[in-house]
């Protein structure tokens, strides 16, 4: 290996590692910075990441490579700076130059100050941040820095893996700022550990064979390591520094109540609220209201800024993607499919308890992304639930007076009598809900109102009212009995128009679509949906068609109210505590583990098989005395001879004998370069002559020699298997 630097000399430092050695490893390095950037991908969506971190990690890496040998280090920093300064300006701030190029004074001041505030806007945002997020210009910085650090490293000195170091702590904070984040940073660990093992092959292999059997051995090694990684126990999120910075408080959005606004909107059913892109048929929830004051329902929604991800729910259900339009959808509040998980669009804003979503830009013409999570329930699932222990979800309110107002002792009364029988709470719902279908009539033209008297005279006098009537009862009548509740103001999924509406196609969501459910809270399941509102053709007189009600809510209905067991003693505060838990997919990660365990042990065993043996090789061949270079080039051509399958031991046989015994099976080439280790062997160990530096380099060649006859008489499959078996750790 050449001691010089590039062609143009070292002006400083320690001689490098050579010419092609060196590009190699200025390559390499710039794998690893990319890497550790790329590592950001829970945090910034990947798109918006993967030009930043190309950038960031290629182009210092060129600088260094062209500026070695005619500038000194202190020279090539302030270059490097100043091309990270134009690099920015020119792409994340579009600042305008001086001179053409050169950074003027606002892009440097909102480049350095990025990087200052950046962090702390991270901590305090769900991630991932915005597509169009500065806060990028952090993941710029440090993968630039550790680029330059690394290819100077590289390019400067003869370490093996000192030029890794500058990306580790890129990949350290990655992990501290993405735990928040989605997905996860172990695949990313798993491909930064295979290129710092990259680099230390490129810059320790002795020769291009070397280098040529050691990548495809480690390419599987981290595909193995990407793979079983995430199921090892070690793979779950580490702790959040969120849970140190105070974050900010979510911020209510005023607005006129949605159940309000569900008269207006069946007054004038043709008028096109908004359209929506999706082939799924789940209805839409706008609005979720859980607090009432007597009169009216409002929600006590937090909204907090998203750039993406929707906090809250880890299980998702099954993933469905719908594309607004809004056209005349009056209030702050945007639509979407059950549970939102991700969200793209500018200025939207969540409540991270209940999924509700809302805008703070201009509406008309406004379009977003929502990817939802559709929940799935079973009868079975429900039947043995219990009520969650919500106070807040069970408050009936006290009269302005505050007098218990005479409509809750009413309320109470219809509730019992419409679940009598019911031997279970979610049978109490469901009785509830089927109560409600066939005792009033669904009248678009009935008047508004949802306040204790006016659900008392729907109840006792007209019997017709609108979904409103029947979703706010429901509420009331279940809180009455003990059933924690809510409201939620949505739509049905629309109608379609043009070529594959109903399959992807574009809906239009109108006035008449409007519809407002109930949602009851079951402890280790959550809000269960209920469908209290008849159909408009089939209401009052014996008919029972929930009004947009999915076919797994009917089903699941039916089920409940069927069942004919034994009645259920009533749940305490005793077994609240202890609810039986609902499966849900991907919940028990032990079968998982249980196969991590021997997949961790095989990564664990390659590891060894690939790592050990060089390093014992490169500290033969580096021992201090030249005795104990020639004794480890000697062990080395005994381990080298045994991959040929000739069966010596050098404690059993003699130097002379194992030479002879080699020779027959390698042939007369090997005669020579046996014999002179053979000699040198003997004199290393038993002094019977000096050993100086050039019979130790002498020695080494001829293990040279020795190696590249082994190598023609042994297929590389042969070698390959010998050096995965646990004699190569042996030596």
């Known amino acids: 290996m050449s001691g010089g630097g590039s062609a143009g000399g070292e002006p400083v430092g320690a001689p490098g590692p050579g010419p092609v050695r060196g590009l190699v490893s200025v390559g390499v390095v710039a794998l690893l910075a990319a890497t550790a950037g790329l590592a950001f991908d829970g945090v910034f969506p990947f798109a918006a990441l993967l030009p930043v971190v190309g950038l960031a990690a290629g182009v210092p890496c060129v600088l260094s490579v062209a500026l070695y040998g005619r500038l000194p280090l202190w020279g090539t920093i302030p270059v490097s700076v100043l091309g990270w300064l134009v690099a920015v300006s020119a ?40 597509p169009d997020s500065t806060a990028v210009v952090l993941v710029s910085f440090l993968v630039w820095a550790a680029a330059l650090a690394g290819a100077e490293i590289a390019l400067r000195s003869r370490s093996v893996m000192l030029p890794a170091l500058g990306a580790l702590p890129v990949l350290a904070v990655a992990v501290v700022l993405g735990v928040a984040g989605s997905g996860s940073v172990v695949p990313y660990a798993a491909v930064f550990a295979g290129l710092t093992l990259l680099l230390g092959l490129v810059r320790a292999a002795r020769s291009a064979g070397t280098i040529a059997v050691g990548v495809p051995l480690l390419a599987c090694l981290v595909l193995a390591a990407v793979v079983t990684a995430p199921a090892l126990p070690m793979a779950e999120r580490p702790y959040d520094v969120r849970r140190l910075v105070e974050q900010p408080p979510p911020r209510p959005i005023n607005g006129v109540s949605a159940l309000d606004q569900v008269s207006a909107w069946l007054q004038n059913p043709q008028r096109e609220l908004f359209t929506v892109g999706t082939a ?141 029988g019911a031997q279970s709470p979610t049978q109490r719902a469901a009785r509830l809900a089927a109560y409600l279908r066939k005792h009033a009539v669904n009248d678009v033209n009935a008047p508004p109102g949802h306040g204790y008297r006016s659900i008392e ?191 010596v031991r050098s404690d059993a046989l003699t130097a002379g004998e194992v030479a002879s015994l080699a020779e027959s099976v390698l042939g007369p080439a090997a005669r020579e370069p046996l014999t002179t280790l053979a000699d040198l062997a003997n004199l290393a160990t038993f002094g019977g002559a000096p050993v100086d530096q050039v019979d130790a380099d002498l020695a080494w060649r001829h293990f040279g020699g020795v190696d590249a006859l082994v190598r023609r008489k042994v297929g590389l499959a042969s070698r390959i298997a010998h050096r995965l078996s646990p004699r190569s750790l042996a030596g």
């Not at 469905?320 to 991700?342: E, I, Y």
């Open 91 to 130: 792409t994340l701030f579009r600042s305008q130059a001086w001179l053409g190029f050169l950074p003027g004074p606002a892009a440097v001041r909102a480049a350095l100050l990025g990087v200052r505030d950046a962090g702390g806007r991270l901590l305090t945002t769900i991630l991932p941040a915005p």
């Open 280 to 420: 799924s048929e789940a209805n839409l929830r706008l609005a979720v209201l859980d607090t009432f004051d007597g009169v009216t329902w409002t929600s006590g929604a937090g909204f907090v800024p998203t750039g993406g991800r929707v906090p809250g729910q880890e299980s998702g259900g099954d993933p469905v993607t719908q594309r607004f339009t809004l056209r005349k959808l009056p209030g702050p509040w945007l639509p979407a499919a059950d549970r939102p998980l991700l969200v793209k669009g500018a200025g939207i804003v969540v409540d991270p308890a209940t999924g509700m979503l809302a805008g703070t830009q201009a509406r008309e013409g406004m379009t977003y992304e929502v990817t939802s999570g559709i929940r799935r329930y079973t009868a079975e699932d429900l039947r043995a639930a219990v009520p969650a222990a919500d106070p807040a979800a069970l408050r009936l309110p006290d009269g302005p007076d505050g007098r218990t107002p005479p409509q809750r002792a009413r309320l109470l009364a219809i509730a019992r009598r419409a679940t009598a």
């Open 457 to 647: 005279f729907f109840l006792t006098e007209s019997r017709r009212g609108t979904t409103e009537q029947f979703a706010a009862s429901f509420a009331l009548l279940a809180r009455a009995i003990g059933l924690p509740s809510r409201i939620v103001v949505g739509f049905r999924p629309g109608t379609g128009s043009g070529p594959g509406s109903g399959s992807g196609g574009v809906r239009q969501v109108r006035g008449g679509d409007v519809l407002a459910w109930a949602e009851v809270e079951f402890e280790g399941i959550g809000w269960v949906p209920f469908y209290p509102t008849p159909s408009r053709t089939r209401s009052g007189g014996g008919g029972d068609v929930a009004e947009g009600a999915p076919k797994q809510a009917r089903e699941i209905e039916q089920a409940i109210n069927s069942d004919s067991s034994e009645p259920k003693p009533t749940p305490t505060a005793a077994n609240r505590a202890t609810p039986t838990p609902v499966p849900r997919p991907g919940g028990s990660a032990g079968p998982l583990v249980w196969a991590a365990v021997p997949a961790a042990a095989l990564l664990v065993y390659l590891l060894a098989v690939l790592v050990v043996p060089p390093l014992r090789r490169m500290r033969r061949r580096r021992a201090a005395a030249p005795a104990a270079r020639v004794v480890g080039a000697w062990r080395q051509t005994v381990a080298r001879l045994r991959v040929a399958g000739i069966p």
